[in-house]
């Protein structure tokens, strides 16, 4: 892990980026929800988008837009995921991205766009026209955390983040903003991360390091097991540092490194304010036969609801643990398997383990807490990070549109 030092700003820590943050009038709150980042200097491009086969107007045109490998900015409204909403919702998504680059002088195409909020709903276009405008007339090299805020909805805070990292050719920074804290799960954990570097990288290998980080992050995560329609993580890098990485080089992996980090560190921001969390849970699954199938049986344990439950009653209820892993369709072998649950061990080589009740369930009431499974059938292991199921998801939920 290279010599980080964390750093403010968040996505326009970066050198020669701007961001804002406006209320438009899209919630009924008015609270801010717009947001624009901008890169001043052209800048390369990367996405990775929701595997829901419903997919949101703004997820559409973003792939098209990111085919040519470059952008210049991103523009989010939250309040309506522009999701479910016909040929006027496309056109709508097109109409963010136009009046975006109308209002910053670039090329629509240049114009990255996405949304979030309730499913169904046409998007107050007009609104949001006028929202673009000024947020396009307040952008500010200070106005990263403005852009986090503005991209929320049932969060409770911002996510945010801001790297500045050494590297033998000088210093590159990375910086990042998040949301989503339900409808989490991974193949793209309604998510939305935007990032922003000033390192100078091609487009095909920024793609590549994006897809890869996206496993080990935002792919990891999850609050209820269901994919959003909306899920989208993109990264501009417009080389403002004088730094140009490629694959192989010292400054590429301390790049790398970081760019796990930024987006790890944002990925469990975002399960530890899941909605109604009272703590964030780390799931490590060891002893697998490959890592598809210790992720495979973590993300069963992650997504039990019993589980799940369980943790938010600080009950070490163990065979709930053991119940997930042997349904997960990942192989493993009974007579060996290994469980410590926040560090205290209840099972070993199949067999259950006397231990102090009370110790352990201090140990869950903790707001990070962890379990550990072996599997015993090989040397893989995989970790996934969610959060306890509460009475309060089920009341953000049922009250969700009402």
Known sequence: MPNLRLISGAVTAPQRFRAAGVTAGIKPSGSPDLALVVSDAPATAAGVFTTNRVQAAPVVVSREHL?????????????????????????????????????LGVAPQEVLVASTGVIGVPLPIERIDAGIVAAAAALSPDGGPAAARAIMTTDTRPKQIAVAIPTPEGEIRIGGIAK??????????????????????????????????????????????????????????????????????AAWEAFAAGLVQVCQSLARELVRDGEGATKLIEVRVTGARTEAE?????????????????????????????????????????????????????????????????????????????????????????????????????????????
């Open 67 to 103: 085919a040519a490998g470059r952008a210049r900015a991103i523009v989010c409204n939250s309040g309506n995921a522009n999701c479910f909403t016909g040929s006027q919702g496309l056109a709508n998504a097109r109409r963010m991205a136009a009046v975006a680059a109308e209002a």
């Open 180 to 249: 989503g804290v339900g409808m989490i799960a991974p193949a793209m954990a309604t998510m939305l991360a935007f990032l922003t570097t000033d390192a100078g990288v091609a487009s095909e290998p920024l793609q590549a390091l994006l897809a890869e980080v996206v496993e080990r992050s935002f792919n990891a995560i999850t609050v209820d097991g269901d994919t959003s329609t909306n899920d989208t993580v993109f990264l501009l890098a417009n080389g403002a540092s004088g730094v140009t990485l490629g694959p192989g080089s």
């Open 294 to 402: 210790a992720r495979q049986a973590a993300h069963a344990i992650a997504n039990s609801p019993l589980v799940k439950t369980a943790f938010f009653g600080n009950d070490p209820n163990w065979g709930r643990i053991v119940m997930a892993a042997g349904k997960s369709g990942a192989d493993l072998a009974p007579e060996r398997l290994r469980l410590a649950i926040a560090g205290v061990p209840v099972v070993r080589d199949g067999e259950p383990l006397p231990f102090d009740r009370d110790a352990v369930r201090a140990a869950m009431c903790r707001p990070e807490t962890d379990l550990e499974l072996d599997l015993g059938v090989g040397q893989a292991s995989a970790t996934v990070w969610t959060c306890d199921l509460t009475y309060d998801y089920v009341r953000i939920n049922a009250e969700y549109t009402t």
